[in-house]
């Protein structure tokens, strides 16, 4: 299944929702924010939203400094 993942077209090869594709680019999950179809998506909403043809997905890391 193709899905737009950060501006670009990827397969998600056998990653069926938002909690596996995190874990597929071993991101750190408590920095980072998932945008799924322009909506931000909980942290405890990942294991339960499924990836469709064509979604577009957005994680970007939340970095502090001063």
């Known amino acids: 299944?193709?899905?737009s993942l950060n501006g670009?077209?990827?397969d998600t090869r056998e990653a069926k929702t938002?909690?596996?594709?995190?874990?597929?680019?071993?991101?750190?999950?408590?920095s980072i924010l998932v945008e799924y179809n322009g909506l931000?998506?909980?942290r405890y909403?990942?294991?339960e939203r499924?990836?469709?043809e064509g979604d577009h997905i957005e994680f970007v890391r939340v970095v502090a400094g001063g």
């Open 8 to 10: 670009e077209s990827v």
């Open 40 to 42: 931000a998506v909980h």
């Open 45 to 47: 909403e990942w294991p």
């Open 50 to 52: 499924h990836l469709a």
């Open 18 to 30: 938002i909690a596996e594709l995190v874990d597929r680019y071993q991101l750190p999950q408590q």
């Open 1 to 3: 299944m193709t899905i």
